[in-house]
């Protein structure tokens, strides 16, 4: 079974230009989350979609927005980017919309804004 | 804000050597997990634990969450260098959300 994949892995952009970055969850799952990682700050949840529906959300700006299709793939988008966006973008997907499936992570998009 | 603070931050010990990392907070979570990420990839799962004072092994990892799940430890015996990299534990709260602390980064020195 194929893991979680994401695109693109890196990304270079400037302040306030806009960003989307993809995940495709893993087959079969329905649920997809998105996570901020910086060294600073660690992890932060940003949101969670489940059957296209966001079902929860993080404390971040509405810079910070996201969609799932019905396929269950799910787009990020980032508008007006700001340098302290700079970060490893990961998305996870699981099976349920239950806080205690296992979360499987891809490897991140690792995203510089200069 | 619900913290999960982890120490320590950083450790770099000799392979064959015992060592502790731990994961606290003031607040209580109904589950707590431990994460290991690897250099460009996202964290892996390695354990949940549900019931305050369980215990939980894995080969040469044992997990244990407070009585009060409030807290809980990581011991990784006879350390390898297969198990360098960032451990993150994570904690469930009331609203069903996941915090994250921000990791202790191991090294094992071969």
């Known amino acids: 079974k194929a893991g979680v994949t994401q695109t693109p892995r890196y990304l270079i952009k400037t302040r306030g230009q806009q960003v989307t970055l993809s995940c495709s969850p893993i087959?079969?799952?329905?649920?997809v989350s998105w996570y901020q990682q910086t060294p600073g700050q660690g992890l932060q949840f940003l949101f969670e979609?489940?059957?296209?529906?966001?079902?929860n959300k993080g404390n971040f700006p509405g810079r910070f927005s996201g969609r799932q299709f019905s396929n269950s793939r799910s787009e990020m988008n980032v508008s007006t980017l700001e340098l302290g966006d700079s970060a490893l973008y990961l998305c996870?997907?699981?099976?349920?919309?239950?806080?205690?499936?296992?979360?499987?992570f891809g490897p991140g998009t690792r995203l510089t804004v200069l | 804000t619900q913290l999960l603070e982890q120490s320590p931050q950083f450790l770099s010990i000799q392979e064959g050597e015992n060592l502790t990392v731990y994961c606290n907070s003031s607040s209580v979570f109904s589950s707590l997990q431990w994460y290991r990420q690897e250099p460009g990839e996202g964290p892996v799962l390695l354990v949940t634990?549900?019931?305050?004072?369980e215990v939980k092994k894995l080969k040469r990892l044992t997990f244990q969450f407070g009585d009060a799940r409030k807290d809980s430890s990581l011991h990784i015996t006879a350390a390898q260098p297969g198990d360098t990299g960032l451990y993150l534990c994570?904690?469930?709260?009331?609203?069903?959300?996941?915090?994250f602390g921000k990791g202790t980064r191991l090294h094992i020195l071969p």
């Open positions: 979609y489940f059957s296209e529906t966001q079902r």
């Open positions: 087959s079969g799952h329905r649920s």
């Open positions: 994570a904690g469930l709260n009331r609203d069903d959300k996941i915090i």
């Open positions: 634990v549900v019931t305050g004072g």
């Open positions: 996870a997907s699981s099976f349920r919309h239950k806080s205690t499936d296992t979360q499987y």
